[in-house]
């Protein structure tokens, strides 16, 4: 394809993207396509000739698009906001048209120096220390498994160098908290510490905060027993609740054994970016690495996941490579983001956190995020006014937990599969997506907050719709 | 930003991007630029408010596009191809447009499906066997990570749910060649195997090829000093000269151990595209998994890499994780990547793939690897008639590994000194980027013969800059 057929096609495909992006409101928030139907219609031999343009475009009208969740739709509460701003909309298409190749600073030097301004950037407005160096990963998922083998190898002196984990006579522990997200056991798996391994730390029955005395207790046994606390993941806006652990205790206790803290506040990172919020994030700049997703609340599109780490040093022992081919005379007074995580070669990320940084503003987007605040307080208040409705759970953020109470059902197998039963109501009208989740046991419906388009008066029409549907599932 | 904000700005971008793509023959191939230029150009206070467009822009024109490398220029041979067809970045685009989020089946069944549809398609086009199933990961990296780490669980018989690597009794080692990818070693390490169980197999001094015999032994060793053979990567096409490991003979002694056998084909995957170079790759469907990088020489943009099993429930015992937020009614019966790899958030990386193969048709894809293949012959030819130039490895593909041999000189350092000299008085000029490599212990020239926009004419005119460039550095 030649630069003018590109360009003609290209033209095409935006006018596509910004009416797509200007209808998501008038779809079926949920998709409904049934399994294997996407695969059915898109399926067939290998294309051995070139197809018309307006053929793939067709496509992605008549099954790409009833085929995907409309996370950007106004009615969307399910899982975490997954905004793509416009803004790094751009961002991305730049890095796309740009296309470089990102195996070194010397293969491209913007690609790095930019992910170096723009982590800058945000460690700033998230009123970091200066002490933190950041890159971008794909997801929180990554970012925790880099730390945790950064953990693992602080723990172990560089056991990688030696006879790996296998070498090791004292198993070395990993601590969260049962609300951690599941990419942290995950991670401790994946980095061989083994589910034996992990403990699974209590958490405060109201708050569902890490109980940090647990903590403390479960480490002591584990010296006693002859283990090394390797790490503890502290959760800030956990996935169940956004509930918040005490980092500055957390810390404190790690600290005693020398165990590494991550911090995993992948959703409510964004709210960092407010002053007022910061609080929530006390004691942060005395953990280790701590890693949150622009992708999610503040919107820059996936996949765009921050994970800041103190010790650059270690880091690069532990992930650094350094073959004849990739050596330059540049190298020594350069960064290589190669030797700060798994893959070599990286996208132009920064350019999406560029473009919506500088096309929207910090204000607007700390604005937005304090709309949604206000947004979920007053849902809260709402349904805390209906004596059969409870709000169960600290609403910390953007995230409302609740859960509805059939007059005379007790029954907490019967309460849970209502809970489920009202949530999969409201889905099935396609004005909105809620995602029931079970949190210590019980079964809740989350309204998560925040997508980009949501205003007041949605939040209000969800709150309706919440209202008929237990009627209808509970006539 | 609206929809319509949006649709303005993105016709701007389309605009500068074709333009972009249409002069990357005019400028310097390497990019030039200093460290901490491009950082000081960008560098400031985060963004407060909104800026224009139009400086944005400015930015890309007169701060990105200098620093970074033209890969996609006619004189690029470095490392590797990293070509982006244009049909590639309008599937990425489209990802971006769409702005899918893909963690599970649910959030974005379109996402899951295209996914296997492209997969299947290339296994198709590559005349792989049907019991492969494949998945699109970042980079090679990750995709030997991944591999690596499903055979520490098939060697452990899932030591990750009992006490990891730490609880094993005999040592697992890994094997791999002195030639494969840096990544490799990486992955051991990172896997938590340990650099003492990491076996360097030395390679045939001609062809750079594994020598089996030599893995047989080893394994053997191993064996009889208590330790168990977990993996052996097979490389196919090495990044130093394009070696290919004989996988048939590697299966079969791997097979005896009940190793797995792991195949990185991440630059030569493209060439199985190609009938007639099948034969390079004869046994790959006796190994456990099987690699390579649409996003190199076939040319979808980066980043696009294939990972292929056989045992997928090994794969998602491994990987899976099913909190209750995630789960759907249509699990078990649709496939849930998150459990196939590292990250659960996924970009709609199959996009690109969707509209590279079908815009542009596999016939004119296989009709370029082949006009690459016939200009690498050429150049071999070339030097081959020159009695001071040495084609130093076999050229089983598009890479051409060269020294030249100035009269009189003699000394080893002397020569690996003066290759890489005349190497960057090469890319000094701005007109060509080639990769000096050491392999075994020597300094050598790599050209790297694929961008997309390479013709017969411009690799003759780099032909003559290398005759040029070695009178220059040694007059």
Redesign the interface.
């Known amino acids: 394809?030649?630069?003018?057929?590109?360009?003609a096609?290209?033209?095409e495909?935006?006018?596509?993207?910004?009416?797509?992006?200007?209808s998501v409101g008038e779809r079926p928030v949920?998709?409904e396509?049934?399994?294997?139907?996407?695969?059915a219609a898109?399926?067939g031999?290998?294309?051995?000739?070139?197809?018309d343009?307006a053929?793939?475009v067709r496509d992605?009208s008549d099954?790409?698009?009833?085929?995907?969740?409309q996370?950007?739709s106004p009615g969307y509460y399910?899982?975490f906001p997954?905004n793509?701003?416009?803004?790094s909309?751009?961002g991305?298409?730049?890095s796309?048209?740009?296309?470089?190749?990102?195996?070194t600073?010397?293969?491209?030097?913007?690609?790095t120096?930019?992910e170096?301004?723009v982590t800058?950037?945000?460690r700033?407005?998230c009123g970091l220390s200066t002490e933190w160096h950041g890159a971008i990963h794909?997801?929180?998922?990554?970012a925790c498994?880099v730390a945790l083998?950064a953990a693992?190898e602080r723990a172990t002196g560089l056991?990688?160098?030696?006879?790996?984990?296998?070498?090791?006579q004292l198993?070395?522990t990993v601590y969260a908290s049962s609300q951690a997200?599941?990419?942290v056991?995950?991670g401790v798996?994946?980095?061989?510490?083994?589910?034996?391994?992990l403990r699974v730390v209590p958490v405060d029955p109201v708050t569902y905060a890490m109980d940090v005395d647990a903590l403390r207790r479960m480490m002591a046994e584990d010296v006693a027993g002859g283990r090394r606390p390797g790490a503890v993941v502290a959760s800030l806006g956990t996935?169940?609740t956004t509930a918040f652990d005490d980092v500055t205790a957390i810390v404190d206790v790690a600290r005693t054994h020398g165990a590494w803290v991550h911090v995993d506040a992948a959703m409510a990172g964004s709210a960092m970016l407010l002053p007022e919020c910061r609080e929530l994030f006390r004691g942060v700049d005395g953990a280790d690495s701590f890693g949150w997703n622009p992708?999610k609340w503040m919107g820059t599109?996936?996949?765009c996941s921050l994970l800041y780490v103190r010790d650059v040093e270690l880091l690069i022992r532990?992930?650094s490579?350094?073959?004849?081919?990739?050596r330059s005379t540049?190298d020594g007074?350069?960064t290589q983001y190669k030797d700060w995580g798994?893959?070599?070669?990286?996208?132009f990320r920064a350019m999406k956190l560029?473009?919506h940084?500088?096309?929207?503003?910090?204000?607007?987007i700390r604005q937005r995020l304090r709309r949604d605040l206000a947004n979920a307080q007053w849902l809260a208040r709402a349904v805390q006014a209906e004596s059969d409705w409870e709000v169960c759970a600290p609403v910390a953020l953007q995230t409302v937990c609740l859960r509805h109470h059939p007059p005379g059902v007790t029954d907490p197998a019967a309460l849970d599969a209502h809970q489920q039963a009202w949530a999969e109501a409201i889905n099935a009208t396609g004005r909105a997506f809620v995602?029931?989740?079970?949190v210590e046991g019980r079964?809740l419906v989350?309204v998560s907050i925040g997508a980009e388009a949501t205003e007041l008066d949605d939040v209000a029409a969800l709150w309706a719709l919440c209202r008929e549907s237990v009627r209808a599932v509970n006539p």
């Open positions: 394809m030649t630069p003018e057929e590109f360009r096609a290209a033209h495909l935006v006018d596509w993207i910004a009416d797509y992006r200007a949920r998709s396509v049934t399994p294997d139907w996407v695969r898109l399926d031999p290998p294309p051995e000739d070139p197809e343009f053929s793939v992605l099954v790409i698009v009833p085929g995907v969740t996370t950007h399910a899982w997954s793509a701003s416009l803004e909309v751009l991305d298409m730049a796309s048209g740009v296309a470089a190749l990102g195996i600073w010397q293969s491209a030097p913007a690609l120096e930019m170096q301004v800058d950037w945000l700033e407005l794909d997801t929180a998922s990554t498994l083998l693992r056991s990688e160098d030696r006879g790996g984990l296998q070498a090791e198993p070395v997200h599941s990419s056991t995950k798996l994946l980095a061989g510490f083994g589910r034996d391994n996935t169940g992708h599109i996936l996949d532990v992930f490579t350094n073959p004849s081919y990739l540049a007074e350069v798994i893959p070599l070669g990286r996208r560029w473009f940084l500088r096309l929207a503003g910090a204000e607007a995602t029931p989740a079970q079964w989350r």
